[in-house]
């Protein structure tokens, strides 16, 4: 394998290829300087550009996979901070190559998908000048060396996801949503933001590769005035800010909210990138993670909390893009567990194939809200199959890909995940791998409860045409009828991401994880943290794998699962009805999500309003303003008042001060010895 040195230009090219289209739809297509495109020419410049990075990333991929290439330097410098230098440049590894690819091209399905889903949508040309620019934000944090420009794609994808949940800004729902994404997100960049601060204090550079190689800094060293491990403070804040960015307990509950936005954008930031930015970020620092135990415990107990109980809630869901939403936050549990128990490559390699099969079941979910005309209710839906024939069999392979069927991409990832976690030695893996098998049974059943309800038993549409219409209905029309097919733009991209969605395990699935692949980006201890190296030895190939499966645990609880919601939506339909009262109070827990929005609103935001407004009257009004500052205005005055009684202009006055004077003086020097 000969090394070869990337070129910066095919680089810059794919970073920025859609920076441009977002630009030119942007400020050409949307009357912000007029309106010189118009919407087909705005698709075709955003798909077009967003295309050429897809393709380059591909072939960069490629290069570094077969050929061993790589890039690692500055484009130019920005500027200095003392001695500290602030670099914009690329670092295109084997794991940031492996992004860029599965960044664009589900990118690209997005926009080719978008022409049908929002052909009818008043904003379709911010629509496509936002969804570019989110690429663009998104490649410029895989492709960092340094941890500034990180913070900035970090910080880009925040405020672009921020433009996209609040789409439909005339919507109030969609505005609480949004400010709850934003607010949420910002507490975990705050710890992000710390972690950064606390590396380059004791480190002198922004750069991963001089942080990496002076690790030896930060071992044994202590915050300033306290006895904590520098290390393994700064993990636990750099991991802080991936809880926000990756949704994890309990910054996790903006995620569910935001399918306010179209659906194009659940499937683009919400299942296959940004939420991943965090799984991302942690596998890049991987060799500090390395040296902190208790960073790492803290790391799987919050994962499997996520991928347990949040998957719970999808249970309970009728809505059909938050049955999903709550599986994404439930699967981003199963990667942070990966990353706890150092099985960074299994977390990586479930990243990949998540973002293929979970934007298959977001865009399958949009096409099925618009074959139902805008109603997202699952309750309300039914038989379908017959209706939406190629959404129907795409969507039930992105299901089985899901719930972890054996020789589809998500059983290869997931099955590594639990096998990793039960043999991983820190603290809290036996609780992460009870949690994580319990939640293959409640992966299958929310999997299959959505399935059954709306493709299989009965049609349910024709007498629900009153149904309400709930958050992708903003500017379509409300008409009943029968369901129908979306059209081929809206079903193409369904069978593209239903091909990886089968197959990309299985071709990828010994290079990624048992190869030397992912080596040069991600660094493990192996006498310390032994899973990865324990279940190396137990893989036979990935055919051997999947046949011997057929006794595993796993694999018995997703047959389960498939079995409870079959029975229960399918042959006796009263039984949920029935399970629902039976457990009343546990479903009054369950439906207001572990009471999270309660405390978000009640404690943190009205109690901290609260807080504020102490601060103001009684700190900032009262002491600041009303003792320090006016007081001392005060104080002036008052001795101005009295004194000016003694400036009289009468002479005998004065003299009688002088005399006054000299005996207070004689007295002085007399009694003082």
Same mark, same amino acid.
């Given at each position: 394998?000969?090394?070869?040195?990337?070129?910066? $230009?095919? +680089?810059?090219?794919?970073?920025?290829?859609?920076?441009?289209?977002?630009?030119?739809?942007?400020?050409?297509?949307?009357?912000? =300087?007029?309106?010189? $495109?118009?919407?087909?020419?705005?698709?075709?410049?955003?798909?077009?550009?967003?295309?050429?990075?897809?393709?380059?990333?591909? *072939?960069?991929?490629?290069?570094?996979?077969?050929? &061993?290439?790589?890039?690692? @330097?500055?484009?130019?410098?920005?500027?200095?901070?003392?001695?500290?230098?602030?670099?914009?440049?690329?670092?295109?590894?084997?794991?940031?190559?492996?992004?860029?690819?599965?960044?664009?091209?589900?990118?690209?399905?997005?926009?080719?998908?978008?022409?049908? *889903? !929002?052909?009818?949508?008043?904003?379709?040309?911010?629509?496509?000048? *936002?969804?570019?620019?989110?690429?663009?934000?998104?490649?410029?944090?895989?492709?960092?060396?340094?941890?500034?420009?990180?913070?900035?794609?970090?910080?880009?994808?925040?405020?672009?996801?921020?433009?996209?949940?609040?789409?439909?800004?005339?919507?109030?729902?969609?505005?609480?949503?949004? !400010?709850?994404?934003?607010?949420?997100?910002?507490?975990?960049?705050?710890?992000?933001?710390?972690?950064?601060?606390?590396?380059?204090?004791?480190?002198?550079?922004?750069?991963?590769?001089? =942080?990496?190689?002076?690790?030896?800094?930060?071992?044994?060293?202590?915050?300033?005035?306290?006895?904590?491990?520098?290390?393994?403070?700064?993990? $636990?804040?750099?991991?802080?800010?991936?809880?926000?960015?990756? /949704?994890?307990?309990?910054?996790?509950?903006?995620?569910?909210?935001?399918?306010?936005?179209?659906?194009?954008?659940?499937?683009?930031?919400?299942?296959?990138?940004?939420?991943?930015?965090?799984?991302? !970020?942690?596998?890049?620092?991987?060799?500090?993670?390395?040296?902190?135990?208790?960073?790492?415990?803290?790391?799987?107990?919050?994962?499997?909390? &996520?991928?347990?109980?949040?998957?719970?809630?999808?249970?309970?869901?009728?809505?059909?893009?938050?049955?999903?939403?709550?599986?994404?936050?439930?699967?981003?549990?199963?990667?942070?567990?990966?990353?706890?128990?150092?099985?960074?490559?299994?977390?990586?390699?479930?990243?990949?194939?998540?973002?293929?099969?979970?934007?298959?079941?977001?865009?399958?979910?949009?096409?099925?809200?618009?074959?139902?005309?805008?109603?997202?209710?699952?309750?309300?839906?039914?038989?379908?199959?017959?209706? !939406?024939?190629?959404?129907?069999?795409?969507?039930?392979?992105?299901?089985?890909?899901?719930?972890?069927?054996?020789?589809?991409?998500?059983?290869?990832?997931?099955?590594?995940?639990?096998?990793?976690?039960?043999?991983?030695?820190?603290?809290?893996?036996?609780?992460?791998?009870?949690?994580?098998?319990? @939640?293959?049974?409640?992966?299958?059943?929310?999997?299959?409860?959505?399935?059954?309800?709306?493709?299989?038993?009965?049609?349910?549409?024709?007498?629900?045409?009153?149904?309400?219409?709930?958050?992708?209905?903003?500017?379509?029309?409300?008409?009943?009828?029968?369901?129908?097919?979306?059209?081929?733009?809206?079903?193409?991209?369904?069978?593209?991401?239903?091909?990886?969605?089968?197959?990309?395990?299985? +071709?990828?699935?010994?290079?990624?994880?048992? &190869?030397?692949?992912?080596?040069?980006?991600?660094?493990?201890?192996?006498?310390?943290?032994?899973?990865?190296?324990?279940?190396?030895?137990?893989?036979?190939?990935?055919?051997?794998?999947?046949?011997?499966?057929?006794?595993?645990?796993?694999?018995?609880?997703?047959?389960?699962?498939?079995?409870?919601?079959?029975?229960?939506?399918?042959?006796?339909?009263?039984?949920?009805?029935?399970?629902?009262?039976?457990?009343?109070?546990?479903? *009054?827990?369950?439906?207001?999500?572990?009471? /999270?929005?309660?405390?978000?609103?009640?404690?943190?935001?009205?109690?901290?309003?609260?807080?504020?407004?102490?601060?103001?009257?009684?700190?900032?009004?009262?002491?600041?303003? &009303?003792?320090?500052?006016?007081?001392?205005?005060?104080?002036?005055?008052?001795?101005?008042?009295?004194?000016?009684?003694?400036?009289?202009?009468?002479?005998?006055?004065?003299?009688?001060?002088?005399?006054?004077?000299?005996?207070?003086? $004689?007295?002085?020097?007399?009694?003082?010895?």
């Amino acid at each position: 394998m000969q090394n070869t040195e990337l070129s910066p $230009i095919l +680089l810059s090219i794919i970073a920025f290829a859609p920076l441009l289209g977002s630009i030119i739809t942007g400020f050409f297509g949307t009357g912000f =300087v007029g309106n010189q $495109i118009n919407r087909r020419a705005s698709h075709i410049i955003s798909i077009a550009l967003v295309a050429v990075s897809a393709v380059l990333s591909c *072939y960069v991929l490629y290069l570094v996979a077969f050929q &061993g290439a790589h890039y690692e @330097g500055a484009l130019y410098t920005w500027t200095w901070i003392g001695k500290t230098q602030i670099e914009i440049g690329y670092l295109i590894d084997p794991i940031s190559a492996m992004m860029m690819a599965v960044v664009t091209s589900v990118s690209l399905m997005v926009h080719i998908y978008t022409i049908g *889903y !929002m052909a009818d949508d008043v904003g379709y040309q911010r629509f496509y000048s *936002y969804i570019s620019l989110f690429t663009f934000s998104m490649l410029m944090l895989v492709m960092s060396n340094n941890m500034l420009q990180l913070f900035f794609g970090w910080e880009a994808v925040g405020l672009v996801s921020y433009l996209l949940i609040g789409f439909y800004f005339d919507r109030d729902s969609a505005v609480f949503a949004n !400010m709850k994404a934003f607010l949420m997100n910002r507490f975990g960049d705050f710890g992000f933001i710390l972690g950064i601060g606390l590396l380059v204090a004791h480190i002198g550079s922004f750069n991963y590769n001089d =942080v990496f190689a002076n690790i030896d800094k930060l071992q044994g060293g202590v915050i300033p005035g306290t006895n904590w491990s520098l290390i393994t403070a700064s993990c $636990i804040c750099l991991f802080i800010g991936a809880m926000g960015k990756s /949704a994890q307990v309990p910054l996790h509950a903006w995620l569910p909210d935001s399918m306010e936005g179209p659906t194009p954008i659940s499937a683009l930031i919400h299942a296959a990138t940004m939420v991943t930015a965090g799984i991302f !970020m942690v596998s890049r620092f991987s060799p500090l993670y390395e040296l902190s135990n208790t960073a790492l415990s803290f790391i799987i107990i919050i994962g499997a909390i &996520g991928a347990l109980f949040l998957g719970i809630l999808g249970i309970i869901q009728d809505d059909i893009k938050r049955v999903i939403a709550y599986s994404t936050l439930s699967q981003l549990g199963y990667m942070t567990v990966a990353l706890g128990a150092s099985a960074y490559n299994a977390a990586v390699f479930h990243l990949m194939t998540h973002a293929f099969f979970k934007a298959l079941l977001f865009l399958g979910a949009g096409s099925v809200i618009l074959g139902m005309h805008h109603n997202q209710d699952i309750r309300t839906m039914g038989g379908l199959r017959k209706y !939406m024939p190629i959404t129907w069999i795409t969507f039930l392979l992105g299901t089985l890909a899901l719930v972890g069927t054996p020789f589809f991409s998500g059983f290869y990832s997931k099955e590594h995940i639990i096998e990793a976690v039960h043999a991983s030695n820190v603290f809290g893996a036996g609780f992460a791998y009870y949690a994580t098998l319990i @939640g293959v049974f409640i992966t299958s059943l929310y999997s299959f409860r959505v399935y059954f309800l709306v493709f299989h038993g009965k049609e349910r549409f024709e007498a629900h045409d009153d149904h309400h219409h709930t958050h992708d209905d903003h500017s379509h029309g409300h008409h009943g009828g029968k369901p129908h097919e979306s059209p081929w733009v809206v079903t193409l991209p369904l069978v593209l991401l239903a091909i990886p969605s089968v197959i990309i395990g299985a +071709l990828t699935i010994e290079p990624m994880l048992f &190869g030397d692949f992912l080596s040069k980006s991600i660094t493990i201890h192996a006498d310390a943290h032994p899973a990865m190296h324990e279940i190396a030895e137990e893989y036979h190939g990935w055919v051997a794998y999947a046949i011997h499966s057929l006794t595993s645990l796993p694999l018995w609880l997703a047959i389960l699962g498939f079995v409870v919601a079959w029975y229960c939506y399918l042959i006796n339909t009263a039984l949920p009805a029935k399970i629902y009262r039976f457990f009343a109070p546990i479903n *009054y827990v369950l439906e207001n999500k572990y009471f /999270a929005d309660w405390f978000n609103i009640e404690v943190v935001a009205r109690g901290g309003r609260k807080l504020g407004s102490f601060l103001w009257r009684f700190i900032d009004k009262g002491l600041i303003d &009303g003792v320090l500052v006016m007081g001392s205005s005060h104080v002036v005055r008052g001795i101005a008042a009295v004194s000016r009684y003694l400036q009289s202009g009468y002479i005998y006055h004065y003299a009688f001060a002088m005399i006054i004077g000299v005996i207070v003086l $004689i007295s002085f020097f007399v009694l003082v010895p």
